[in-house]
């Protein structure tokens, strides 16, 4: 009779445990290329978002790029009545030779001044609106900035899922999934704002 079993048992053992390693290895790199896709996605999202909001940005700011210049047309508007009233109206020529001014001097200043005044209000207008259009800009650039700091740290955290995958370290899909989280709260934060 023999002593030991006809089989080896180490042998045996040593290739259970090498099967149950590779079905173990096999289920965390199927979480970490599931939560690497889920990460992918949501990466995409905030970067179409990121690239919506500048977008929108640079559209308000040209527009209020246009609005200052018509603001500006409407200052020189102003200052060109002012000066058209100064060289045609003035009474000091018919003050030098001692006679008083036409009437249709003063009336001429008056319309002047009427006109300055309607154009004042035009400038002060594309002015409040360019101020409007800039704040609003502003703001979306804001929000860009938070949609691209999201897509950072959801590439980071992506680029960790491939080493955690690579290497099989549960530290590094841990981080992964830390920054992540932290990127997918970014979003979130920035969808409700």
Do not use: C
Request: avoid cysteine; hydrophobic fraction near 45%.
């Amino acid at each position: 009779m023999p002593e030991g079993p006809e089989v080896e048992t180490e042998r045996l053992h040593e290739a259970i445990h090498e099967e149950l390693e590779k079905e173990e290895g096999s289920g965390f790199l199927k979480r970490i290329a599931l939560t690497t896709a889920l990460l992918a996605a949501l990466a995409a999202i905030a970067s179409l978002y990121a690239g919506a909001t500048v977008n929108e940005a640079l559209v308000l700011k040209t527009e209020a790029t246009r609005l200052q210049a018509e603001a500006s047309d409407q200052w020189a508007y102003y200052q060109a009545k002012g000066v058209k009233a100064a060289v045609e109206a003035s009474s000091t020529s018919w003050l030098a030779i001692g006679k008083p001014a036409p009437p249709e001097y003063a009336e001429s200043q008056k319309r002047y001044k009427e006109e300055q005044k309607e154009i004042d209000a035009k400038a002060r207008e594309k002015e409040k609106e360019r101020d409007e259009k800039s704040t609003e800009a502003d703001h979306l650039l804001h929000r860009h900035h938070l949609f691209a700091d999201s897509v950072a740290l959801l590439q980071v955290s992506i680029a960790l899922g491939a080493v955690a995958a690579l290497t099989r370290s549960r530290l590094a899909w841990f981080a992964s999934m830390a920054l992540g989280g932290a990127g997918i709260v970014l979003l979130a934060y920035t969808f409700l704002k």
